[in-house]
Each structure stands twice: as structure tokens, then as C-alpha cells.
């Protein structure tokens, strides 16, 4: 009687284990080519310094970024760097130079390099001409928001005037 009650409880184990272990091997196989490392190419960096021709724009209601179009704002628009990114624009024809951050995509007139706020274009000079032969220069690609030194997510204190 036992022996028949061991066999019965040993049988249905088995069956039940069995699943378990069939279905687990079909998830962990399944989870195989998951879990080994992927290569992902790595876009190329965007340049340092770029010469060519930029405009200026006024009328926009928000810009690619979801944000409201400010005149007021040092703000621009590049066909590719990311959003955040801080470039320094240098107009060569007279020397002044404005730091913008990119919060729009453009130009999408050919030959154009960027595309910059009201605000932008009046510091370097190019207001009356509308367009400027300038250089860009990336300063910082992306701003840093949270500090994670301790391990934990906190604003970074400021100081002083934020381009943003």
C-alpha cells in the first residue's frame, strides 16, 4: 500500500516537475540569445568646430522639442545635433559670438549649418543681413541635470545666468 501510494505520489511529481523543468528550459533557451552581449553601432561624433552659413527665424509656435517658440530665448535650430546640446556660434565676419542651445531641428534651406532665435542673431550681428557666415563650436553635448556621485538622483546646484 505504501509502496503503491509512493509510486502515485512519485508519478504525479513527475509529471508536474517535468513540465516545470520542460518549460523552464524552453524559457531560459528562448532568453539565450537575450542575454548575450549586443553590438549596437555607435553613431559618429558630431564635428567640433563646422564653417558655413546660418539664418535666423521668427516665426515659429513651438519648436521640435515641444517647447514654445521664445524670440527672446538663445536658442537654434541644427539638422542633427541633440537636443541640449550647447554650441558656441562665432560670426566671422565681425567677431561676436553667442552661445545657443539646440531645441529645433532645421535649416531645410540647402547650404544653411543652423537656423538661430531672434535673440541669437541680434548678439552676433546678423539681424539686418538675416544671414552670416559663422563657426560652430560644440561646448557640452548634453547638460548635465542630476548629479549621481552618491548613487542617488539630485539637481545640480547652479550658479550664476543659465543659457536655458
Do not use: Q
Not at 26 to 37: M, R
Not at 50 to 57: C, D, L, P
Not at 122 to 134: E, F, I, N, P, Y
Amino acid at each position: 500500500m505504501f509502496a503503491n501510494l509512493t509510486f502515485r505520489a512519485a508519478g504525479s511529481l513527475a509529471r508536474c516537475g517535468g513540465f516545470r523543468l520542460l518549460s523552464l528550459a524552453v524559457l531560459f533557451g528562448s532568453l539565450g540569445p537575450l542575454a548575450e552581449a549586443k553590438t549596437f553601432p555607435v553613431p559618429a561624433a558630431p564635428a567640433l568646430r563646422t564653417k558655413g552659413i546660418a539664418s535666423w527665424y521668427a516665426e515659429s509656435r513651438f519648436t521640435s522639442t515641444g517647447e514654445r517658440y521664445r524670440p527672446g530665448a538663445m536658442t537654434a535650430a541644427h539638422p542633427t545635433l541633440p537636443f541640449g546640446t550647447l554650441v558656441a556660434v562665432r560670426n566671422l565676419k565681425n567677431g561676436k559670438i553667442a552661445l545657443v542651445r539646440i531645441n529645433d531641428r532645421g535649416p531645410y534651406k540647402k547650404g544653411r549649418i543652423i537656423d538661430l532665435s531672434r535673440a541669437a542673431a541680434d548678439r552676433l550681428g546678423m539681424l539686418s543681413d538675416g544671414l552670416a557666415l559663422v563657426e560652430l563650436r560644440i561646448v557640452r553635448s548634453t547638460p548635465r541635470l542630476f548629479s549621481s556621485a552618491t548613487g542617488t538622483l539630485r539637481p545640480v546646484s547652479r550658479r550664476g545666468p543659465v543659457p536655458f
